[in-house]
């Protein structure tokens, strides 16, 4: 059974860095790309980036790159988003989820329980 | 341009109503085009690929067609479970994914 299972709701102070995970289980990591979509309170999905684990192959929407890094450990199947300098603005939800296969062309066909981002002074 | 402008952005119905969502991409993008719906709380969870393949497990009163610059989602008579928000989301862009802004789906 494929499963994608995030880390924790976090709450940080602007300035702040933060790592979330996501965890996944059930398939072969390597060989599917794994991305990140932003949903801030109250709106609409926003596709970050992904990444396609075998060979760390990386890419971003013009609107998070240089914000956000994207990475992945095939030793344990893990992929993470990161943040250098946490703003307000950047209160979220944030979801991993895996396209299909190594075609990018397709569908998120499974999504983790999501991850709560509280940034407040 | 990889715009998706979806419409309407929210719509009243009633059980057993049919209901439509059409997005519209900025560019011809073949069927590169997903449906997802989200309950509140929820992740999202995708109902049709490539414009109109349902997924495994999604009822046949759902239905997506469209290709080029036009898609439609289409629920043929709504069950209360279906009352939730819509997302169209094209991947013809393989280094720019972009959702459309959701419709929301209420009861009257």
């Known amino acids: 059974e494929v499963q994608l299972v995030q880390s924790g709701p976090e709450v940080k102070e602007p300035g702040e860095a933060l790592k979330i995970s996501c965890v996944a289980s059930?398939?072969?990591?390597?060989?599917?790309?794994l991305g990140w979509v932003r949903q801030m309170p109250g709106k609409g999905l926003e596709w970050m980036g992904f990444?396609?684990?075998?060979?760390?192959?990386?890419r971003y929407s013009p609107s998070f790159q240089g914000q956000v890094t994207i990475s992945a450990d095939m030793s344990i199947s893990t992929a993470y988003l990161q943040w250098n300098v946490l703003k307000t603005s950047d209160t979220a939800m944030y979801y991993c989820?895996?396209?299909?296969?190594?075609?990018?062309?397709?569908?998120?066909?499974?999504w983790g329980q999501g991850t709560l981002v509280t940034v407040s002074s | 341009d990889f715009q998706m402008t979806q419409s309407p952005s929210s719509l009243s119905a009633s059980i057993g109503d049919g209901v439509t969502i059409t997005c519209r991409a900025g560019?011809?993008?073949?069927?590169?085009v997903n449906w997802y719906q989200q309950n509140p709380g929820e992740a999202p969870k995708l109902l049709i690929s490539?414009?109109?393949s349902l997924q495994s497990g999604v009822p046949s009163r759902f239905s997506g067609s469209g290709s080029g610059r036009d898609f439609t989602l289409t629920i043929s008579s709504l069950q209360p479970e279906d009352f939730a928000t819509y997302y169209c989301?094209?991947?013809?862009?393989?280094?720019?994914?972009?959702f459309g802004q959701g419709t929301k789906v209420e009861i009257k």
């Open positions: 990444i396609y684990p075998g060979d760390s192959d990386t």
């Open positions: 989820a895996r396209l299909p296969g190594g075609n990018p062309r397709t569908w998120f066909d499974y």
């Open positions: 560019q011809n993008i073949n069927t590169y």
């Open positions: 989301q094209q991947s013809f862009g393989t280094h720019m994914w972009t």
């Open positions: 059930g398939y072969s990591f390597a060989s599917h790309w």
């Open positions: 490539a414009a109109s």
